[in-house]
């Protein structure tokens, strides 16, 4: 008689530790290295977001009390530091061959 084959790991990602991505036969592993990288980026991403937005915010009313008359200057700003932020995330994901709804449900598995 045959052994019951064991249930996969609860995060979501397969029995040798890696992650499982893409969506029906040909799923692809993400190993356990990679998906450590993904989640340092995210977290760091989210960091620089909460540090980042203090000094748009101050950057912002310096710019309204020195009585600059360009109103998009302040968005501008918010979306440039955006970008460049994002710059990194980017540049992991490409390496990975990821695309971002794929990142987002392997970050959602290993949780």
Not at 15 to 22: E, I, Q
Not at 46 to 67: D, E
Not at 86 to 105: M, V, Y
């Amino acid at each position: 008689m045959l052994a019951p084959a064991a249930a996969p790991p609860a995060y979501g990602g397969s029995p040798s530790g890696g992650v499982r991505t893409g969506k029906g036969e040909s799923m692809r592993q993400l190993s356990k290295v990679d998906v450590d990288r993904l989640r340092r980026s995210h977290r760091n991403l989210w960091i620089s977001l909460v540090l980042s937005i203090p000094v748009i915010l101050v950057l912002s009313v310096l710019i309204i009390m020195a009585g600059f008359n360009f109103p998009l200057l302040g968005p501008l700003l918010g979306v440039g530091v955006g970008w460049l932020l994002l710059i990194p995330q980017r540049r992991l994901l490409d390496e990975l061959g990821l695309t971002r709804q794929e990142a987002k449900e392997i970050l959602k598995a290993s949780r």
